[in-house]
């Protein structure tokens, strides 16, 4: 994150959560249905670097005494050092870009990430967020209502949108009722829905 010594000049970011192999392409979560997302996603990602705008990359990444395998079942997934935990490969080119930062989270919010914590502790005018990515009823809604409760913690007046057409989550067609929910959940809290024309 150092490499990013001007954060005081972004106003917008896109926030990319977990985009890694461990949920599309293999291991015990990966559904490789959330794969169909990727194209939007990268019109999204060119559209805010070629403005000139942060883009911010979550990789879930675990070591094997995570505790969140115990509440979630056991299910080892995205652990570090493994291709889990990376970029899937039609992202992987743009870490490292000018203007994007990858922060690894071991939760299942990227609030709760100390890296992003304390990119967001330093910035100061950012104040709109974009957010695409998986799980939707996971890691989506967490991150996004736990960064949504910081800013208004801190009194920053902030817009925050999620893209329906770049989220997904695993086994989505046997998970509707929680993607529903969790939709509907970000709209209570004052989270815009968006989707392109």
Known sequence: MDKISNLKLYKECLIVVDMVNGFVTEGVLHDERIGQIIPRQIELIDEFLKDG???????DTHREDSVEFV???????????????????????????ENTISIRKNSTSFMEAPEFRRLIERQKNLTE???????????????????????????????????EDAIATYSENERQNYVEASKLLLAQQGIELVKKR
């Open 129 to 163: 967020f974009d957010i695409i990515g998986c799980c939707t009823d996971i890691c989506v809604v967490n991150g996004t209502l736990g960064l949504a409760n910081y800013l208004d913690e801190h009194n920053i007046p902030h817009k925050i949108r999620v893209h």
């Open 53 to 59: 705008k942060l883009v911010i990359f979550i990789k």
């Open 71 to 97: 509440r979630f079942g056991n299910t080892f997934h995205c652990l570090e050092n493994t291709p889990e935990s990376e970029l899937v490969k039609e992202l992987a080119s743009y870490e490292g870009r």
